[in-house]
């Protein structure tokens, strides 16, 4: 975690994160995406982007494991999958899979929900190919400020 906190030029590879990411979500019409806290990819401007052609879900965790899909004003519950998830993560590898917080929520909404799942990372945040458990969701698409990874 002190390499995501630690990014030199964080700000420019961000811009770089957005820009790609746009592609995935432009079209969209509801996009599930967390609310960045300590040193992940911001998305408080990927959000304001998002929301300026899309529906706005963001994570609301409500204990016991359960996580409800709330919209950004905080004032409904989506009724219905999201088109997009940007989803939270520590590391990833090249095999789709990363590494979350250990809550498994995200793992949990993504075997439940059809919803395209796209996890945004430094470069930095690349290990080698890490093991897995057999309920660890991977990844639709990884985007880093120099590359994009997709399931094929």
Do not use: W
Not at 58 to 78: C, F, K, Q, W
Not at 86 to 108: C, K, Q, S
């Amino acid at each position: 975690m002190e390499l995501r906190k630690n990014v030199a030029d964080r700000e420019t590879k961000e811009k770089r994160i957005a820009k790609k990411l746009a592609s995935y979500v432009n079209g969209a019409k509801s996009v599930f995406c967390y609310e960045s806290i300590g040193g992940e990819v911001s998305t408080k401007e990927i959000i304001s982007e998002i929301s300026e052609h899309s529906q706005v879900f963001v994570p609301e965790v409500v204990g016991n494991g359960i996580m409800n899909v709330i919209s950004l004003d905080r004032t409904h519950y989506a009724q219905s999958d999201c088109d997009v998830t940007i989803v939270p993560l520590i590391a990833i590898d090249e095999t789709m899979n990363r590494i979350g917080f250990g809550g498994g929520y995200y793992d949990r909404y993504l075997a439940e929900h059809d919803t395209l799942a796209i996890g945004i990372a430094f470069d930095e945040q690349q290990c080698a190919v890490f093991s897995k458990e057999p309920f660890d969701m991977p990844l639709d698409i990884i985007i880093t400020p120099t590359r994009i990874f997709e399931k094929h």
